[in-house]
Nanobody, 123 residues
Framework: QVQLVESGGGLVQAGGSLRLSCAASGRTFSSYGMAWFRQAPEKEREFVVG????????RYADSVKGRFTISRDNTKNTVYLQMNSLKPGDTAAYYCAASALNTGLTTLRYDYWGQGTQVTVSS
């Protein structure tokens, strides 16, 4: 069992930055591929970025490439999402997810989810 707790969301002006954190419980954090998804009101949950178990491989959605950076610290059981040059279109609830398989674009691949943290970008 893995529990995920996100933090770091908030209200920021366009062009600003936020850093999200996702703290995982359990001793097997390094066994999971991790990802961030987001969901805006009345829209489906969408993949943002994923990172492999070791952190050596990452995959970004085209919409955030060059602006967002994912990283993980397996000694702290934590995955991070640094978000720069934020746009109003980035406004959404952001969810951390863990997969016992390699990360992928679909929510079905993920075994555990956090409760989400809200990011609001004002214009």
């Amino acid at each position: 069992q893995v529990q995920l707790v996100e933090s770091g969301g908030g209200l920021v002006q366009a062009g600003g930055s936020l850093r999200l954190s996702c703290a995982a419980s359990g001793r097997t954090f390094s066994s999971y591929g991790m990802a961030w998804f987001r969901q805006a009101p009345e829209k489906e949950r969408e993949f943002v970025v994923g990172i492999s178990r070791s952190g050596s491989r990452t995959r970004y959605a085209d919409s955030v490439k060059g602006r967002f950076t994912i990283s993980r610290d397996n000694t702290k059981n934590t995955v991070y999402l640094q978000m720069n040059s934020l746009k109003p279109g980035d406004t959404a609830a952001y969810y951390c997810a863990a997969s016992a398989l390699n990360t992928g674009l679909t929510t079905l691949r993920y075994d555990y989810w956090g409760q989400g943290t809200q990011v609001t970008v004002s214009s």
